[in-house]
């Protein structure tokens, strides 16, 4: 059961989210028991304690910071003879109100739709326009159900729809793979798009709202000391984000599950930082990109007090760079922390060819760091530094690759003068000595 605290902190971000539709929050109340009434979710006594309060302050909505089953809504709306939202309804109402690309529109209609589904009370008369056609409607159907058919239509449609941007989306990501990629993900209303600013002198909506934005929007970072990378800023998670918006937004998300690194950006001025940094987690567990290369990014230190939450956080997070987005303090260190971390997505590596290979010449200046050149006869040795994604094109054939790790060097024949490591060698075959061979590019 959760605590007070934690009581208290759920009911602000749930005016906050209030707040975010465009709604006054006039009360509120809490419960706290084992397990909720099956019937009306609250007990018989807090549930005329709330008709009271409804009636007392002129209240048009009660919203519940909870997901209520479609019975549970009804006989709440008739006890209290007042709109009854869930937490999952209040959500998708903001982003229907946010959506403004094509994308997003498509992704919250779709999630909308499958939470109307089983909440059908002839609520969908308007989709009449949607033509049934002769002999869909059997003698004495009812009206739900054509309306219920014509739910379901429409949801297939839009999970076609939505396929085909995903796909669109997949291809214009990886038509990016000659840049490194950076995603900004995180706890809705962190500052990520403050952050995102901050970096790359956009002048993108960064407002202190939650949900302020839904799409996804890639800028040039011209990153200290390293070059360009792409600066991607995605939609915010929140806790108990409600499952049917992961999977409708997931090709807004592709941006994230394709990065090389994502940047976690938290609120450390927020009382309840460490859980939302827990939800985040749990969204990218479903998400499947746990694992994938993460820097903690602690945000708004300007805002909490000496020795307070900080202190706390940097101890939990020893390996998180603390930063203020709005004051620029902190964001040399997390552009320094950004190029180590990209770094360790470069080998360095001498691969010998022959003279006439052009081809393959060209690709590595275009890119790797070409360091070095050694000519013997009809072949060159080119020492330089690549990305492992663009080394594993390079075609077996005619060339051989001899992997540089630190602080060893390396003969021709791919064995290691010092540090006890094996050399990564690969011969015509394109078997290299951990069994991987590359292709692509001759």
Not at 111 to 129: D, F, G, V
Not at 138 to 143: A, F, L, R, S
Not at 323 to 330: D, L, P, W
Not at 404 to 415: I, P, W
């Amino acid at each position: 059961m959760p605590d007070r605290q934690d009581d208290h902190d759920n009911l602000e971000e749930l005016k906050g989210l209030v707040e975010s539709a465009g709604a006054e929050v006039v009360g509120r109340l809490t419960q706290r028991r084992q397990t909720p009434d099956q019937t009306t979710y609250l007990g018989k006594g807090k549930l005329e304690q709330l008709g009271l309060l409804a009636r007392a302050t002129d209240a048009d909505v009660v919203v519940f910071d909870n997901d209520l089953s479609p019975a549970q809504v009804r006989n709440l709306e008739q006890a209290l003879d007042i709109k009854v939202l869930d937490r999952t309804e209040l959500i998708l109402d903001i982003f229907s109100t946010r959506a403004r690309t094509h994308e997003a529109r498509l992704a919250v209609e779709l999630a909308q739709l499958e939470y109307s589904l089983p909440r059908l009370k002839r609520m969908w008369t308007h989709l009449s326009r949607i033509k049934a056609g002769v002999g869909m409607r059997g003698p004495g159907e009812k009206q739900i159900e054509t309306d219920r058919r014509l739910v379901e239509r429409r949801i297939v449609e839009l999970r076609g729809e939505l396929d085909k941007v995903l796909r669109r989306r997949e291809r214009e990501v990886a038509a990016r793979a000659d840049h490194m990629t950076v995603s900004l993900i995180g706890y809705t209303n962190a500052g990520k798009s403050t952050l995102l600013n901050a970096l790359t002198g956009a002048d993108e909506l960064a407002v202190d709202q939650l949900f302020a934005t839904l799409d996804t929007r890639t800028r040039r970072w011209q990153l200290p000391g390293w070059g360009p990378v792409l600066l991607s800023d995605t939609v915010g998670f929140i806790r108990d984000l409600p499952h049917r918006l992961i999977a409708s937004f997931t090709a807004t998300l592709e941006e994230a599950r394709q990065a090389d690194l994502l940047l976690h950006v938290a609120d450390a001025s927020n009382p309840a930082t460490l859980r939302q940094i827990a939800a985040v987690y749990e969204v990218l567990e479903e998400l499947g990109i746990r694992e994938k290369d993460t820097i903690l990014v602690l945000n708004q230190i300007d805002a909490i007090e000496e020795g307070g939450s900080a202190e706390m956080l940097q101890q939990r997070y020893p390996a998180a760079i603390p930063i203020s987005a709005r004051t620029g303090q902190g964001l040399p260190r997390l552009a320094a922390a950004v190029s180590d971390a990209l770094s360790q997505h470069f080998l360095d590596v001498d691969v010998e060819t022959g003279v006439d290979n052009g081809r393959l010449l060209a690709y590595l200046a275009q890119h790797g760091e070409i360091l070095s050149r050694t000519y013997a006869e009809e072949r060159v040795s080119v020492h330089c530094r690549m990305p492992r994604k663009f080394l594993g094109r390079i075609s077996p054939a005619e060339t051989v690759i001899r992997l540089r790790l630190t602080g060893a060097v390396f003969q021709a024949d791919g064995e290691a003068q010092r540090s006890g490591q094996p050399a990564v060698h690969q011969d015509g075959n394109g078997q290299s000595d951990n069994g991987r061979s590359s292709d692509d590019v001759a």
